[in-house]
C-alpha cells in the first residue's frame, strides 16, 4: 500500500515538473514565432495568438508574450504593456515554482520588454522601478544590460558602459538551445554590441574625446559583421550601420560626409518598414541640414521626425532636439511667430524631463539642455513678451543646477565613505588590535569595578568574539554575563565605563564589521537577499539590519554590494 502511495506521488512530481517545461515541439514553435516576428510579423502575430490560447498554461504564456511583443515592435507601447502586465499577474499567481528556471527567464522576459516600453518613451523613473520591483525574483544579475542602460541615460557613461560589457561577457545564451538557430543567437550578441556603440556615442558628447567614436563605430562594424555574415537582413542592417556612422560623422562636426550617409537611405527602402528608424534618419538629416544651413530641408525633416513622434512617442530628448532645430530655423527665415512657439515647446519639454530627471536620481540628458534653454530663452526676450515666464525659466535651471550639484556632493561622500571602509578593513587584516591592552590604557579613573574584573571580562569577550557569537540572535546582555560568569550590572558597568559604549552599540559594530568584511572576501554572499544577510547576523528582519548598517557606515547594504561588484 505504501509502494502505491508513493508511486502515485512520484507520478504527480513527473507530472508536475514536466508541466512546468515546454516540450520540444513547443519550444521550436517559440523559437519560429520569435523569428518571424522580424521576417513576417502577421504571420507570427497569428501564430502567437493561436498558442496564447493553449490549454497548457506554460506554452500559453509564451504566446501571449509574443503577441505582447508584435505589438511593442508595431510602437503600440499603450497596449502592449497592458498585455505584459496582465501576463506576469497570471504568472506570478501560476503554480510554477518560483525558483525554477522556466519562471524566471519568463518573468525576466516580460519585466525586460516592460523596461524598455518606458524607457524608450523616456520615462526612466518608471523602468526603474520595474526593475527595482522584479530583481529579487530574477536573481543573478539577470538585468545588468538594463541598470547599464540607465546609467549611461543618466549620463554615468563609465559604469554604465562597463554594466553593459559585463553582460556580453556573461549573457546565458552562449549556447544554441532546442530550436534555436545560430543567426538568431547572433543577432541577440549584435544587439548588445549596438548597444554599447551607443552608449560610447553618447559619452562622447560629454567628453569630446575621439576616441570613444572610434570605439563606438568598431562595435557598430562587429555589430553589422555578425549579421551580414549570415546574410540576415542585409539591407536593413547596412542601413542601420550607415545611420550609426551618419551620428558619428555629425558629433565630430563632419556634417557634409554624415549626410551622405544618412542619404544612403534611398538605396535601403526597407526602412519604410519600421517607423523609428526612419524617424532617426529623419532627425539625423534635419541636423546636418541645420549644420550647413539649408533651413528649409532641415525644416522638412523636423516636421516629418514630429509627425511620426506623434505615433511613437520614443525619445523625448530626440523630440527636443528637432524643437530645437526647427526654433533655430524660423528664427534665421525671421518667422518669429513660429520661432517663439517652438522655443516654448523646448521649455516645456525641458521641465518635463526635468521633473522625470528629479525621480529618477537626475539623470542626465545627451542633449547639452543649458544650450536649448540659453537659445529658447534669447527667442523669447527677443519679443519682450512673457517676462514672468523668464523669472520661472531661471528658477527651474536654478532647481536643476542645485539638484545636479547636491546628487553629485552626495555620491561623492558616499563614495569616500565606501573607500574608506575598504582601507579600514585591508589595515585591520594587516594588524590585528589587541582589544585587552586598548581597554587597560583606557580604563576611567573613576570607574568602580577592578582592574582584574575588567581583564577577565575583556579576555572573555574576546573569546566570545573569536568564536563569532555576537551572530546569534541571543547575544544580548544576559546571554553574555552569564557566558562570562558575571552578573549584568558588572557587564553593564564595563561597557559603559570602560569600553565607553552600550553593549547594544558593541553588538552592531560588531555584527556590521562581520558583513562588511564577508561581503569583500565571498562575493556569494552578495547574491543573498538583505532578509537573509540579516538573519546571518543575528536580525530577525531586513529593515533593522539596513537601519543599523546605515548608522554604522552612513551607506545602505544595497550601495555597498552595488560597489564592490563594481570595483571587482
Same mark, same amino acid.
Given at each position: 500500500?505504501?509502494?502505491?502511495?508513493?508511486?502515485?506521488?512520484?507520478?504527480?512530481?513527473?507530472?508536475?515538473?514536466?508541466?512546468?517545461?515546454?516540450?520540444?515541439?513547443?519550444?521550436?514553435?517559440?523559437?519560429?514565432?520569435?523569428?518571424?516576428?522580424?521576417?513576417?510579423?502577421?504571420?507570427?502575430?497569428?501564430?502567437?495568438?493561436?498558442?496564447?490560447?493553449?490549454?497548457?498554461?506554460?506554452?500559453?504564456?509564451?504566446?501571449?508574450?509574443?503577441?505582447?511583443?508584435?505589438?511593442?515592435?508595431?510602437?503600440?507601447?499603450?497596449?502592449?504593456?497592458?498585455?505584459?502586465?496582465?501576463?506576469?499577474?497570471?504568472?506570478?499567481?501560476?503554480?510554477?515554482?518560483?525558483?525554477?528556471?522556466?519562471?524566471?527567464?519568463?518573468?525576466?522576459?516580460?519585466?525586460?520588454?516592460?523596461?524598455?516600453?518606458?524607457?524608450?518613451?523616456?520615462?526612466?523613473?518608471?523602468?526603474?522601478?520595474?526593475?527595482?520591483?522584479?530583481?529579487?525574483?530574477?536573481?543573478?544579475?539577470?538585468?545588468?544590460?538594463?541598470?547599464?542602460?540607465?546609467?549611461?541615460?543618466?549620463?554615468?557613461?563609465?559604469?554604465?558602459?562597463?554594466?553593459?560589457?559585463?553582460?556580453?561577457?556573461?549573457?546565458?545564451?552562449?549556447?544554441?538551445?532546442?530550436?534555436?538557430?545560430?543567426?538568431?543567437?547572433?543577432?541577440?550578441?549584435?544587439?548588445?554590441?549596438?548597444?554599447?556603440?551607443?552608449?560610447?556615442?553618447?559619452?562622447?558628447?560629454?567628453?569630446?574625446?575621439?576616441?570613444?567614436?572610434?570605439?563606438?563605430?568598431?562595435?557598430?562594424?562587429?555589430?553589422?559583421?555578425?549579421?551580414?555574415?549570415?546574410?540576415?537582413?542585409?539591407?536593413?542592417?547596412?542601413?542601420?550601420?550607415?545611420?550609426?556612422?551618419?551620428?558619428?560623422?555629425?558629433?565630430?562636426?563632419?556634417?557634409?560626409?554624415?549626410?551622405?550617409?544618412?542619404?544612403?537611405?534611398?538605396?535601403?527602402?526597407?526602412?519604410?518598414?519600421?517607423?523609428?528608424?526612419?524617424?532617426?534618419?529623419?532627425?539625423?538629416?534635419?541636423?546636418?541640414?541645420?549644420?550647413?544651413?539649408?533651413?528649409?530641408?532641415?525644416?522638412?525633416?523636423?516636421?516629418?521626425?514630429?509627425?511620426?513622434?506623434?505615433?511613437?512617442?520614443?525619445?523625448?530628448?530626440?523630440?527636443?532636439?528637432?524643437?530645437?532645430?526647427?526654433?533655430?530655423?524660423?528664427?534665421?527665415?525671421?518667422?518669429?511667430?513660429?520661432?517663439?512657439?517652438?522655443?516654448?515647446?523646448?521649455?516645456?519639454?525641458?521641465?518635463?524631463?526635468?521633473?522625470?530627471?528629479?525621480?529618477?536620481?537626475?539623470?542626465?540628458?545627451?542633449?547639452?539642455?543649458?544650450?536649448?534653454?540659453?537659445?529658447?530663452?534669447?527667442?523669447?526676450?527677443?519679443?519682450?513678451?512673457?517676462?514672468?515666464?523668464?523669472?520661472?525659466?531661471?528658477?527651474?535651471?536654478?532647481?536643476?543646477?542645485?539638484?545636479?550639484?547636491?546628487?553629485?556632493?552626495?555620491?561623492?561622500?558616499?563614495?569616500?565613505?565606501?573607500?574608506?571602509?575598504?582601507?579600514?578593513?585591508?589595515?585591520?587584516?594587516?594588524?590585528?588590535?589587541?582589544?585587552?591592552?586598548?581597554?587597560?590604557?583606557?580604563?576611567?579613573?573613576?570607574?568602580?569595578?577592578?582592574? %582584574?574584573?575588567?581583564? &577577565?571580562? *575583556?579576555?572573555?569577550?574576546?573569546?566570545?568574539?573569536? #568564536?563569532?557569537?555576537? $551572530?546569534? @540572535? =541571543?547575544?544580548?546582555?544576559?546571554?553574555?554575563?552569564?557566558?562570562?560568569?558575571?552578573?549584568?550590572?558588572?557587564?553593564?558597568?564595563?561597557?559603559?565605563?570602560?569600553?565607553?559604549?552600550?553593549?547594544?552599540?558593541?553588538?552592531?559594530?560588531?555584527?556590521?564589521?562581520?558583513?562588511?568584511?564577508?561581503?569583500?572576501?565571498?562575493?556569494?554572499?552578495?547574491?543573498?537577499?538583505?532578509?537573509?544577510?540579516?538573519? %546571518?547576523?543575528?536580525? &530577525?528582519? *531586513?529593515?533593522?539590519?539596513?537601519?543599523?548598517?546605515? #548608522?554604522?557606515?552612513? $551607506?545602505? @547594504? =544595497?550601495?555597498?554590494?552595488?560597489?564592490?561588484?563594481?570595483?571587482?
Amino acid at each position: 500500500m505504501h509502494k502505491f502511495i508513493y508511486s502515485i506521488i512520484m507520478l504527480l512530481f513527473f507530472f508536475l515538473t514536466f508541466a512546468q517545461e515546454l516540450n520540444e515541439s513547443e519550444i521550436k514553435k517559440t523559437r519560429s514565432i520569435q523569428e518571424q516576428l522580424i521576417s513576417n510579423p502577421e504571420e507570427a502575430y497569428t501564430e502567437a495568438l493561436k498558442i496564447s490560447k493553449s490549454k497548457k498554461e506554460l506554452f500559453s504564456f509564451y504566446g501571449k508574450y509574443y503577441v505582447a511583443n508584435y505589438f511593442y515592435n508595431k510602437s503600440e507601447f499603450t497596449y502592449s504593456k497592458k498585455l505584459l502586465i496582465i501576463l506576469i499577474d497570471s504568472i506570478e499567481k501560476s503554480k510554477m515554482d518560483k525558483s525554477s528556471k522556466v519562471y524566471q527567464d519568463l518573468l525576466g522576459m516580460c519585466v525586460n520588454k516592460l523596461f524598455y516600453i518606458h524607457k524608450n518613451l523616456g520615462e526612466y523613473d518608471t523602468a526603474l522601478f520595474y526593475l527595482d520591483k522584479y530583481k529579487a525574483s530574477v536573481p543573478n544579475n539577470h538585468f545588468n544590460e538594463q541598470y547599464g542602460s540607465i546609467k549611461v541615460a543618466m549620463g554615468d557613461y563609465v559604469n554604465g558602459i562597463a554594466l553593459l560589457k559585463k553582460e556580453l561577457k556573461t549573457t546565458p545564451h552562449l549556447k544554441l538551445g532546442v530550436g534555436e538557430k545560430k543567426i538568431m543567437n547572433k543577432k541577440l550578441f549584435a544587439d548588445k554590441y549596438n548597444m554599447i556603440g551607443e552608449a560610447y556615442q553618447k559619452y562622447y558628447i560629454q567628453s569630446k574625446k575621439t576616441l570613444l567614436l572610434d570605439s563606438a563605430n568598431y562595435y557598430f562594424n562587429v555589430a553589422a559583421k555578425m549579421m551580414l555574415q549570415d546574410n540576415f537582413y542585409p539591407e536593413y542592417t547596412k542601413a542601420l550601420l550607415s545611420m550609426r556612422e551618419a551620428k558619428s560623422a555629425a558629433l565630430e562636426g563632419n556634417y557634409v560626409k554624415s549626410l551622405s550617409l544618412y542619404r544612403k537611405r534611398k538605396k535601403y527602402p526597407i526602412i519604410h518598414e519600421n517607423i523609428r528608424t526612419e524617424q532617426l534618419f529623419d532627425l539625423g538629416m534635419a541636423d546636418c541640414f541645420h549644420h550647413l544651413k539649408q533651413v528649409d530641408s532641415a525644416l522638412f525633416y523636423c516636421e516629418k521626425y514630429v509627425k511620426n513622434y506623434q505615433i511613437t512617442k520614443v525619445s523625448k530628448e530626440n523630440l527636443l532636439m528637432a524643437y530645437n532645430i526647427m526654433t533655430q530655423c524660423y528664427s534665421k527665415k525671421n518667422d518669429n511667430r513660429n520661432a517663439y512657439i517652438y522655443a516654448q515647446k523646448s521649455l516645456e519639454l525641458i521641465q518635463s524631463i526635468g521633473g522625470i530627471k528629479n525621480k529618477s536620481l537626475n539623470f542626465l540628458h545627451n542633449y547639452d539642455l543649458n544650450i536649448i534653454k540659453k537659445e529658447s530663452n534669447e527667442i523669447i526676450a527677443s519679443k519682450n513678451y512673457f517676462k514672468i515666464s523668464l523669472f520661472s525659466i531661471l528658477a527651474i535651471l536654478a532647481l536643476v543646477i542645485f539638484s545636479f550639484y547636491y546628487y553629485h556632493k552626495l555620491l561623492k561622500e558616499k563614495h569616500h565613505r565606501f573607500l574608506k571602509i575598504i582601507q579600514n578593513l585591508r589595515e585591520s587584516k594587516v594588524s590585528e588590535i589587541n582589544n585587552t591592552q586598548i581597554i587597560k590604557t583606557e580604563t576611567q579613573p573613576k570607574q568602580i569595578i577592578d582592574n %582584574e574584573l575588567i581583564e &577577565k571580562l *575583556a579576555f572573555g569577550l574576546k573569546k566570545l568574539e573569536q #568564536k563569532e557569537a555576537f $551572530l546569534d @540572535p =541571543n547575544f544580548k546582555l544576559a546571554f553574555v554575563a552569564k557566558k562570562l560568569n558575571t552578573n549584568t550590572a558588572y557587564l553593564s558597568q564595563y561597557f559603559n565605563q570602560v569600553i565607553q559604549k552600550t553593549f547594544s552599540e558593541y553588538t552592531q559594530e560588531l555584527r556590521i564589521q562581520y558583513v562588511l568584511q564577508k561581503l569583500v572576501d565571498a562575493p556569494y554572499f552578495r547574491k543573498y537577499t538583505l532578509q537573509a544577510i540579516a538573519e %546571518e547576523v543575528g536580525y &530577525k528582519d *531586513a529593515n533593522t539590519f539596513v537601519r543599523v548598517f546605515k #548608522k554604522q557606515t552612513g $551607506l545602505t @547594504p =544595497n550601495y555597498y554590494i552595488e560597489k564592490l561588484e563594481n570595483t571587482d
